[in-house]
């Protein structure tokens, strides 16, 4: 736990209080009378009661949408699974201003549906309901699916043999061995949803607004940072309790499962309801998230004088009539791949030993410390932005003008993924295997390689695969920390749309087809990775 600790302690703890300590203390006085008056303001408390609701109506309807999808591509067989699986992943590592921007062309004016009916959304709750399924259908989908696929269908069959039928073998022995899981991506999809930035600023308008986008208003519009600080504390007690209660319910239902390689639980559908299923959620696919994809393949295409790919050309130059960057915008593709690889390796090293200690240690203390590793999910990316740019400035942190500042913020985010996506794979791993492998005289590091290692290696690949995800898609707090000269692709895209112009509107769509197309791309060598592993016999 060391590692893990000191990270946290080091790039996520210090900045996140000292911004905060900055908003409350005035001339070296620390301020606690003004923490009641901002939370009696009726419009803040519209806020959060509007941040809380949203989050749990996307965290229900994303699960609902997506467990389906889980489960085909969990135990299914069928041509193009591999390219499907990362296609799904896509959106996720999508900048949000960008997931905002697409599905405003598709509900707002202008957009699909109302050239073709006559119906706008985007001045309704349901456009942020629907991005919000969009950009997470991934979680659920990965997390989920991963030990799905790698739960011994004999058990279920064992059941039916018994005299259960059908549903009642899968929600007594399936579910609960798939409810911690579920668990932690309905944790993790809430904590996106709760503390949603940009697909509110774009679709919400003036209406509707998050603790997210009104902490960024106090602090970059109003310059109000005791507000901003308030309201960053209630994110973060907020967060806190529902991590509280995550920790105390789901682990009480963990335990030792029957993992087998998942070669052996797919097949192809079978009967008229399992290609019903099949077809399902394949048409929900299409609409909800290769619709909006293609929409931002249209607009990159669609040059003033036609189809072309002018944009993409442009992206090869600066601008010298004051661009938007130092360098030619096509110079961030390789700069977000350099930083989301070190981020990942960050995120994989500093997760798993968390993830190894948390399974091999118990207590108060430890509990709290699984709960603690969320909280990057769920505190204010400006803040930790800010955070960095005022704490992470002296000797021997120096890092304010390091290439190294922007993976670490990046592999803050990365971290809980590979936490929660390990987590669950390591606590089923039956204890009686290491001791036997201890017994017969195997050191501890060697009781890692040979017994869990082998059993956790897909939950490790698909780790990686979350955390170079979220790190190519990471906006919030890499705005604040990247270069001018190493702008990352999140980054280059908000730059443009911010921008006005047709030139600097395609060239962000064009970014956006790249980042869809370069993570798309990186996902799928990761699939053909994992089914070499596994046809070798291991997991």
């Known amino acids: 736990m060391i590692v893990p600790v000191a990270f946290f302690a080091v790039f996520f703890a210090y900045p996140v209080a000292s911004i905060v300590g900055r908003g409350l203390r005035i001339d070296g006085v620390w301020q606690f009378g003004g923490i009641g008056e901002v939370l009696g303001r009726a419009d803040l408390q519209r806020v959060l009661w509007f941040t809380t609701w949203q989050a749990l109506a996307s965290t229900a309807l994303t699960l609902v949408i997506a467990l389906p999808g889980a489960y085909v591509l969990a135990r299914f067989d069928f041509p193009g699974k591999r390219l499907l699986r990362a296609v799904v992943t896509v959106p996720f590592v ?16 202008g957009g699909l549906l109302d050239e073709a009916w006559g119906v706008r959304l985007d001045t309704t709750v349901w456009a942020i309901l629907l991005a919000h399924v969009f950009f997470n259908y991934a979680v659920v989908v990965r997390t989920v699916g991963g030990l799905w696929a790698q739960l011994d269908p004999r058990q279920e069959e064992a059941a039916r043999v018994l005299g259960a039928g059908r549903f009642a073998a899968w929600r007594r022995v399936t579910l609960p061995a798939l409810a911690p899981s579920v668990a932690a991506a309905a944790l993790m999809v809430f ?7 940009g697909v509110v600023q774009i679709l919400g308008g003036p209406t509707f607004a998050t603790l997210e986008v009104e902490i960024y ?5 109003l310059l109000d940072l005791r507000t901003a600080a308030v309201l960053t504390l209630v994110q973060f007690a907020a967060v806190g309790a529902v991590l509280a209660v995550h920790a105390r319910t789901v682990r009480r239902r963990e335990g030792a499962l029957s993992l087998v390689d998942p070669a052996r639980t797919a097949r192809r559908p079978r009967g008229a309801g399992q290609w019903t299923l099949f077809g399902g959620v394949l048409l929900s696919i299409v609409l909800l998230l290769l619709l909006p994809l ?21 992206l090869g130059s600066i601008d010298e009539r004051g661009g938007a960057f130092l360098v030619p915008p096509i110079d961030a593709v390789a700069n977000s791949l350099q930083y989301a690889l070190v981020a990942t390796v960050i ?12 399974t091999r240690r118990a207590g108060r203390l430890v509990r709290g410390f699984d709960a603690l590793l969320m909280l990057p999910l769920g505190v204010s990316a400006v803040t930790v932005g800010f955070g960095f740019l005022i704490t992470l400035d002296e000797p021997p942190l120096d890092l304010r003008t390091s290439w190294i500042l922007v993976p670490l913020a990046q592999a803050l985010v990365g971290v809980p993924f590979v936490v929660r996506t390990m987590l669950p794979v ?3 791993v039956d204890g009686r295997l290491r001791e036997a492998a201890a017994v017969l005289g195997a050191s501890p590091f060697r009781v890692w390689r040979e017994v869990d290692l082998p059993l956790v290696r897909r939950a490790t690949l698909i780790a990686a695969g ?33 921008r006005p112009g047709e030139l600097n509107y395609g060239q962000a769509m064009a970014l956006s087809t790249i980042l869809m197309v370069v993570c798309a791309v990186a996902l799928l060598l990761l699939e053909r990775i994992r089914v070499r592993t596994t046809s070798a016999g291991e997991f």
């Open 466 to 498: 979350f955390a170079f995800a979220v790190s190519l898609g990471e906006f919030g707090a890499t705005v604040f920390i990247a270069r001018p000269d190493r702008p990352t692709l999140p980054v280059a895209v908000a730059a443009l749309l911010g």
């Open 94 to 109: 999508l900048p949000t201003v960008v997931v905002g921007t697409a599905f405003l062309a598709l509900l707002g004016r």
């Open 217 to 221: 208003r106090q602090t970059a519009q």
């Open 294 to 314: 293609g929409v931002l393949v249209e607009r990159s295409l669609a040059t003033p004088t036609g189809y072309g790919f002018d944009y993409y050309r442009a």
């Open 191 to 197: 904590l996106f949803t709760f503390t949603s930035f």
């Open 347 to 358: 995120a994989v090293v500093v997760g798993g030993l968390a993830a190894a200690a948390l």
């Open 426 to 428: 390591l606590r089923a």
